[in-house]
């Protein structure tokens, strides 16, 4: 499954932060996760689990995930609406045809730690 793929490029990044930065270990790490991206983001949590075991820079911290809202523009009208809630058709013509303008993002928003330790 590709989410595994992803945490590992994540657990690379956030290596890499915690290098830069001399810090041993993080307390969570917050990623934005795109409606309009194939990610499941429940896929990304339970792989989370197993591999934030095998660093020890990762170990007893939390994943966050925040999803974004995949928006699309209507190719005949203009219209901008949110594709999910309204399941790929546009609401003002009822067209089908389509440009996802948001959503198709996933990133690394922020990496937390706790002070103090
Ligand atoms: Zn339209």
Same mark, same amino acid.
């Given at each position: 499954m590709h989410e595994l793929t992803l945490l590992y490029g994540v657990v690379d990044k956030v290596g890499e932060v915690v290098k830069d930065n001399g810090? *041993?270990?993080?307390d969570a790490i917050v990623i934005e996760v795109g409606e309009?991206?194939?990610?499941i983001p429940e896929f990304l949590q339970d792989g989370y689990e197993v591999i934030s075991d095998d660093y020890d820079f990762l170990r007893g911290s939390e994943l966050i995930i925040e999803r974004i809202t995949a928006v699309g523009r209507c190719r005949q009208c203009g219209t901008e609406f949110p594709i999910v809630a309204n399941k790929g %058709? /546009?609401?003002? /013509? =009822?067209?089908? *045809?389509? *440009? %996802? %303008?948001? =959503?198709m993002d996933f990133f690394i928003r922020e990496v937390r730690v706790m002070e103090n330790q």
């Open positions: 810090l *041993d270990h993080v309009a991206t194939s990610v %058709i /546009c609401p003002e /013509c =009822g067209s089908f *045809d389509k *440009d %996802i %303008i948001e =959503g």
